[in-house]
């Protein structure tokens, strides 16, 4: 079957416009709103390393092509609805003062929401892994907003607002059961260490523990019924990796990340790992048919990660790990052939509920039939 027959988008029929308006315009209107009220909406960690003037030169230019590229998608007639709308946001957007917000200082602390790294993260993800998942696509029929897709956006959206409970709840395991550790002799030991040496360090150790996590959620029958959410994706991509319960979520980095910050790794070594740790597991998800030769012998790649979310009983509950399949080679769970791939994803039966609320309670309710 011709490539063509499964294009999603083609020009001229104002669905690329009509598309791109209300992303951007909601993007746009978002970040205005994180203009207006800092304090609620913004992360505090995040506001001294903002570029001022160019956060301000990308809200105006989302704005000005939401609205134009509304006018074209009216102008072609496809969903009008779509263009309307974000010419309507980037409209509200402006009349609330734009990119001109002044934003009054010293800000007062606050509980917060963190719209501003949801925003950030989704235009700066989007813009690498939709443009490379078109051109590199192992299933270039597989559509960019195919089946599921509103559900993950919804996850995705709520593991990042909700970053500042989910920190918290993640830490609080460090208070109560590693206390003894706190400013003693081994930590100063650990973060003297040289920070490239930290850094592999961590690597190391954070794969071990969420190794022996991940076999748990699988093995587990109650731990399961939270993980199977992730598991429950029939389509693979970038976004993919967002479909988390907030309970895995919040397990899942106790055991990895707390062991970490405890044992007194450096600052300086932790957050390079911690930003390769969350690229990676989007990266893993992604629709890409890269087999990277050697280097998925080292690092776990998309084709290692695809295995695990196999819906094939003979291959199910390999390749655990998220860093480095030497580890699941070592405990008898590797599993990577030459050249195929997983011929379906998700779980059998396809027994989860599609939408966010609905994989929110799922795994509360008893199902009997299962």
Known sequence: MPASEFSEFRFGDGKISGTLSLALGVLG?????????????????????????????????????????????????????????????????TLLGGSEVEIETPLDASRYIGLDWFILNLFVLALIFVPMERVFGRLREQKIFRRGWRTDLAHFFASHVGVQVSVLLTMIPAAVFFRWLVDSDFQTAVGAQPLLLQAVEALVLADLFAYASHRLFHSVPLLWRFHAIHHSCQQLDWLASSRLHL??????????????????????????????????????????????GWLRYVLVTPQFHHWHHTAQPEFVDRNFAIHLPLIDWLFGTYYLPDDRWPERYGIDGDPIPDGWWKQLVDPFISHPDR
């Open 29 to 93: 209107f978002g970040a205005v709103l994180c203009l207006l009220y800092p304090s609620l909406l913004t992360t505090p960690d995040m506001r001294s390393v903002y570029s001022m003037p160019l956060v301000r030169a990308l809200i105006q230019g989302a704005l000005a092509l939401a609205f134009a590229l509304g006018v074209l998608n009216v102008v072609l007639g496809w969903r009008r609805y779509t263009g309307v709308a974000g010419i309507a946001l980037a409209v509200a957007a």
């Open 247 to 292: 309970v895995d979520i919040l397990l899942t980095r106790a055991v990895a990340f707390v062991p970490l910050y405890v044992m007194g790794f450096a600052p300086a070594a932790l957050y390079p790992y911690l930003v390769f740790a969350s690229l990676q597991g989007i990266f893993i998800h992604a629709n890409l048919g890269f087999r990277f």
